[in-house]
């Protein structure tokens, strides 16, 4: 560049202020479509509020409405079917518009936009979540089997310390992805933050006689737990895979713990898997409970572990047992229903 003449230099200086120019005009066209963009998404949230507002004024006018003749009771019917379409719409414009945070997002994140307006990133950011879970699991894994067979306090503050930053991770990309249309919800979302409690816990147990005597088991039921995970990201993802291919499902929904109604088509080889996690989350409750009895017991967090586990062990066992009630009902209705129509 120093060898050049200062004509040279010039002629390049000239190309680049054109450059210059250019950028500047791009750049004034790009605030004015930002601005456009910004005005026309609040117009669509409000539009979206009232369509919503005037939905739920319409169902309870609905509701109360007199009907007498059968030209009614179909006009009725008829209108019905039509709010609960317009509704899927309404859900589905929700999904590309931006959202307030929620509170636990206001704690962490304060009042930033988390919103991704462009599908493809949405997906991107889904499909990145997904490779986090599986990548995080896998470590984990590792990382409790070395446990097992060595006893290092230093081992055991890594390990816990994953589980805490893990599990943190999980609730906040989580809470992402609903704002950004996942359907996520319940008690699995609950179950999340519950564990992080959990991993919160145990990582200020100090050494001692009892944290000895619970050491072993929790290595082996985290352990379990890794490979309960891995074995639940491979299933649900096919079955969403397989889902979406024919319609029936989302494209932001996610694999999460737990057996869903959704899992019900195809092999169900998971269940016998997760009512095992499920007793040994009892079992971890009762033994913390024996040793919190413990004369020599003089930590909080034996007792304190014992009640996040039993409420862990009932929030997933109740919960799936609902899930598998509910189909099995359906599937016995709908078996009944060719039968009945046969006799009629």
């Known amino acids: 560049m120093s060898s050049e003449n200062p004509l ?18 791009n750049h004034k066209q790009f605030s004015k479509v930002v601005d456009e963009l910004s005005k026309s998404q609040s117009e669509c949230t409000k539009s979206v509020s009232h369509q919503w507002y005037r939905l739920n004024q319409i169902s309870e006018a609905l509701e109360k409405c007199p009907v007498e003749t059968k030209e009614e ?13 317009r509704k899927l719409q309404l859900e589905d414009i929700q999904s590309a518009l931006p959202r307030k945070n929620g ?47 060595f006893s290092y306090r230093a081992l055991d503050a890594i390990l816990h310390f994953l589980l805490v930053w893990y599990y943190c991770t999980l609730t906040i990309r989580e809470s992402i992805l609903v704002i950004n249309g996942s359907r996520m919800k319940g008690w699995w ?64 929904d996610i694999t999460i713990e737990g057996f869903h109604s959704w899992m019900w088509r195809g092999l169900s080889f998971l269940l016998p898997f997760l009512y095992i996690g499920y007793i040994f989350q009892l079992y971890n409750a009762y033994t913390l409970y024996v040793l919190s009895q413990h004369e020599k017991c003089i930590e909080w967090q034996v007792f304190c572990s014992s009640v996040i586990f039993f409420i862990l ?25 060719p039968a009945q129509d046969k006799a009629d």
């Not at 990582?203 to 039921?221: A, E």
């Not at 929030?315 to 229903?337: D, M, Y």
């Open 8 to 25: 040279t230099l010039k002629d390049e200086w000239e190309v680049l202020d054109k450059e210059f120019k250019d950028l500047e005009v």
């Open 73 to 85: 009771i179909d006009l009725v019917e008829s209108i019905k079917q039509q709010i609960e379409s």
């Open 103 to 149: 509170l636990y997002l206001q704690i962490i994140l304060g009042s930033v936009n988390v919103t991704i307006v462009n599908k493809e990133d949405s997906m991107k950011y889904k499909e990145e979540y997904e490779r986090f879970k599986l990548t995080v699991t896998v470590i984990i894994l590792c990382l409790s089997a070395q446990s097992i067979f």
């Open 189 to 252: 979302r609950i179950n999340h933050f519950i564990t992080t409690i959990q991993a919160g816990v145990i990582i200020v147990w100090p050494d001692g006689l009892m944290y000895d005597q619970f050491r072993r088991q929790f290595t082996f039921y985290t352990c379990y737990i890794s490979i309960l995970q891995f074995l639940q990201f491979n299933y649900q993802l096919g079955c969403l895979y397989r889902l979406r291919a024919l319609g029936e499902r989302h494209k932001m």
């Open 313 to 337: 062990f009932v929030g997933n066992a109740l919960t799936t047992s609902r899930v598998i009630h509910q189909k099995l009902t359906e599937k016995f209705a709908s078996s009944l229903s």
